[in-house]
């Protein structure tokens, strides 16, 4: 089982890093992802879910990282991302089960941390 916490902590050192080699295009992506995800019609919350759901469909491993950790920040529940890695099996099929059961470890593991 990989381990979700360590992974998150790991790749924001790394995108750290790729920041110091490819300062405008990560200053971009990071304007990008907060413009993105701040309150609007939907809330922050809503869109992490929304986030986690295709980061399941397109099977990124750090995008579960990253998107189970802040829908968490944000209030999610082990439940509202039970249903958003349900949608997600329903619009990626058998592969999404596995990466769903991922998402789902990587909240039974941020929440030992009282996220």
Known sequence: MKNFPEHYKELNTWMEQLGLEIPDVMHGFGALHASS???GALNSKTKELIALGIAITVR???CISFHVHDAMQAGA???EIAETVSVAILMGGGPSVVYGIEAMQA????????L
């Open 107 to 114: 909240v039974s593991q941020f929440a030992a941390l009282d």
């Open 60 to 62: 990124c491993d750090g």
């Open 77 to 79: 529940s082990k439940e």
């Open 37 to 39: 995800l701040k309150d």
